[in-house]
Every structure is written in structure tokens, then in C-alpha cells.
């Protein structure tokens, strides 16, 4: 798959699902009681070994208008590594140890509702910021970084999850709204 095609299927499934939301909420089939808003953007990144696509952006416009659509890039950004793309703050390599640990042989695994740390970032975090980490978090001692995607896994789903990181002198926190990690299968360009 090349990133062209990768944006196509994602950008299309995902304004397709909104769609499907939107609609359903238009029906009352679907009851919201607080303020929401959809997303506007794809942001599509490429590593050596993974494309990546999230959701960003924000309008009240529901998106079972005709004209709606995701603006979605003309070629993916490039990261290093895909636990670079999404751990905040300074770039980290995929050897590090991070809250989760995924086996060698994973095919497909979804993150919903989880605040991420290591017992350093929760600790700093809730010192400097004085605000508890509620949400499920996963800390083992010996964590390094929130979380690293090695580039055995095939596909994983991010759907609400926070990213905490500290230093001595700075609190970095991320938002993932809702993201895909798929493999890449890139191919040498230069074969064909």
C-alpha cells in the first residue's frame, strides 16, 4: 500500500463514520447531553515501518452536510519512529520501556479511555499541575515513557487516551482523540 492509497481508505472511512454519527444523532437514535463537536482535519504521518492517521480539529458543524469533508494532507508527514509521533515533548526511541508491553506476534489492539505515565510523570504531573490522574492508567516501576509501538505490531486504535511525560522542569501532556496505527508494508521505491 503507498501512502496515497492509505490516505484515501482513511480519510474515506473516517468521513464516512462521522457521517454515520451525525446522522444518528439527527435521529435521536443516539442521545448527547453535553456540548460535542466533530473533528476537521486528518493528519497522516509515515514511519519506516507504519502509517499513521488522527483525527484533529474541531466544529460544531455536523458532517452529514453534502460539502463535508476531513481536510486531509497531499502526502503523510514523516517521524522518525511511530512511538516518536506520539509520546509528547522531546523524540524517544522505540527501545525504551514504556507502560505497555506488546507481544512480538500482535495483530490488532485497541487503547479506549486510558491516561498513560510512569509513576515519575503521575507523580510530577500531579505536584506541578495539582490535578489527580483519574482515568485507568497502566505504571509499571520500571516504565520509561508512556508508551512505545514496536514495529512488530500491525494495527492498533486509539480512541480517547492522554500521554503524560515530565522532566525536572517541564509537564508535557497529549491528547490522542482518535488514531490508527496500521503497518506500512513500504515498499522500495526505487524496485518498481
Given at each position: 500500500m503507498d501512502s496515497a492509497t492509505f490516505i484515501?481508505?482513511?480519510?474515506?472511512?473516517f468521513e464516512s463514520w462521522l457521517k454515520s454519527v451525525a446522522l444518528r444523532i439527527d435521529?435521536?437514535?443516539i442521545r448527547i447531553t453535553e456540548p460535542y463537536s466533530y473533528p476537521?482535519?486528518?493528519?497522516?504521518?509515515?514511519?519506516p515501518s507504519h502509517y499513521i492517521a488522527e483525527l484533529l480539529?474541531?466544529?460544531?458543524?455536523p458532517p452529514f452536510?453534502?460539502?463535508?469533508?476531513?481536510?486531509?494532507p497531499k502526502s503523510p508527514e514523516k517521524?522518525?519512529?511511530t512511538t516518536s509521533f506520539f509520546n509528547p515533548g522531546f523524540d524517544v526511541g522505540p527501545e525504551q520501556k514504556s507502560c505497555i508491553q506488546f507481544p512480538d506476534s500482535i495483530q490488532y489492539r485497541a487503547f479506549v479511555g486510558l491516561a498513560l505515565c510512569t509513576e515519575f510523570?503521575?507523580?510530577?504531573f500531579e505536584k506541578k499541575v495539582n490535578f489527580a490522574v483519574s482515568n485507568v492508567k497502566l505504571m509499571p516501576p520500571d516504565a520509561e515513557i508512556p508508551l512505545s509501538i514496536p514495529t512488530s505490531v500491525n494495527y492498533i486504535l486509539f480512541r480517547?487516551?492522554?500521554?503524560?511525560?515530565?522532566?525536572?522542569?517541564?509537564?508535557?501532556?497529549?491528547?490522542?482523540?482518535?488514531?490508527?496505527?496500521?503497518?506500512?508494508?513500504?515498499?522500495?521505491?526505487?524496485?518498481?
Amino acid at each position: 500500500m503507498d501512502s496515497a492509497t492509505f490516505i484515501k481508505i482513511v480519510g474515506d472511512f473516517f468521513e464516512s463514520w462521522l457521517k454515520s454519527v451525525a446522522l444518528r444523532i439527527d435521529k435521536g437514535e443516539i442521545r448527547i447531553t453535553e456540548p460535542y463537536s466533530y473533528p476537521t482535519v486528518l493528519r497522516v504521518s509515515e514511519s519506516p515501518s507504519h502509517y499513521i492517521a488522527e483525527l484533529l480539529g474541531s466544529t460544531d458543524t455536523p458532517p452529514f452536510h453534502q460539502d463535508y469533508k476531513l481536510q486531509r494532507p497531499k502526502s503523510p508527514e514523516k517521524c522518525e519512529n511511530t512511538t516518536s509521533f506520539f509520546n509528547p515533548g522531546f523524540d524517544v526511541g522505540p527501545e525504551q520501556k514504556s507502560c505497555i508491553q506488546f507481544p512480538d506476534s500482535i495483530q490488532y489492539r485497541a487503547f479506549v479511555g486510558l491516561a498513560l505515565c510512569t509513576e515519575f510523570d503521575k507523580a510530577t504531573f500531579e505536584k506541578k499541575v495539582n490535578f489527580a490522574v483519574s482515568n485507568v492508567k497502566l505504571m509499571p516501576p520500571d516504565a520509561e515513557i508512556p508508551l512505545s509501538i514496536p514495529t512488530s505490531v500491525n494495527y492498533i486504535l486509539f480512541r480517547h487516551v492522554d500521554l503524560i511525560r515530565a522532566d525536572s522542569f517541564r509537564v508535557l501532556f497529549r491528547t490522542i482523540s482518535t488514531a490508527f496505527v496500521c503497518v506500512g508494508y513500504i515498499v522500495d521505491r526505487k524496485a518498481k
